[in-house]
């Protein structure tokens, strides 16, 4: 939504700006080709959304009863540390003792795999979390600078571009920890994930944790 306002009042602001002879045609064009992409990727979003209310409902098995399940607005925040390990590996080997041989190797080979996975994704959070807070402050400075006159409008409607897509590539990375930890708790439990999370992916193509 952030993407798409800036995309708006570029696309306006180019339009009147043509209309006065201060820009020429193409410049236009491309200031409104950039504004049907961030429509096509705002419907992306919403049908996106739509598809994850429905698999919600229907693995809730509360298809035909509700139309929407509602849910906070953000996912929780990280943790103050990824202290997992010693944990994971006490509690793995609890699970691991009642298994069968056959069970135990496939659930330590799982384990390999999601502990990386809950590491990994931790640390991609972290560093996108903090990519946010740093656009936050150009966003802030390019903003006081506009207001002083020292850098145009189409510098501030970039940086909040660029800011709308760190938030968006920040919320991913949150809902990929999350999700490997979901997996991780769910081995811990003496289960084995079907599959695991593909770090990096869209909410479409992120492979969701084990049921």
Do not use: C
């Not at 607005?73 to 997992?84: C, G, K, Q, R, Y």
């Not at 966003?139 to 968006?168: C, F, H, I, K």
């Amino acid at each position: 939504q952030e993407a798409l306002a800036a995309a708006e009042s570029a696309a306006e602001l180019a339009t009147r700006m043509t209309r006065v002879g201060n820009w020429s045609k193409l410049q236009e064009a491309r200031m409104q080709i950039a504004l049907n992409a961030a429509r096509i990727d705002r419907k992306r979003a919403e049908y996106a959304r739509a598809e994850a209310q429905a698999e919600l409902l229907a693995t809730l098995r509360l298809s035909g009863v509700h139309a929407s399940v509602r849910l906070p607005d953000t996912l929780p925040e990280l943790p103050a540390a990824s202290a997992m390990d010693r944990v994971f590996r006490q509690r793995l080997e609890t699970v691991m003792a009642g298994l069968p041989r056959a069970e135990r190797l496939r659930t330590a080979a799982s384990a390999t795999v999601a502990l990386t996975a809950y590491r990994a994704s931790y640390e991609i959070a972290l560093r996108a979390g903090e990519d946010l807070k740093l656009q936050d402050f150009v966003v802030e400075e390019t903003t006081l600078r506009y207001n002083g006159m020292l850098v145009s409008v189409w510098d501030l409607l970039s940086e909040v571009r660029n800011r709308a897509e760190a938030a968006a590539t920040a919320a991913d990375a949150l809902r990929d920890f999350w999700t490997a930890d979901v997996d991780l708790q769910h081995l811990l439990l003496g289960g084995v994930p079907e599959r695991f999370i593909s770090l990096g992916g869209s909410g479409k193509d992120a492979a969701p944790a084990a049921h």
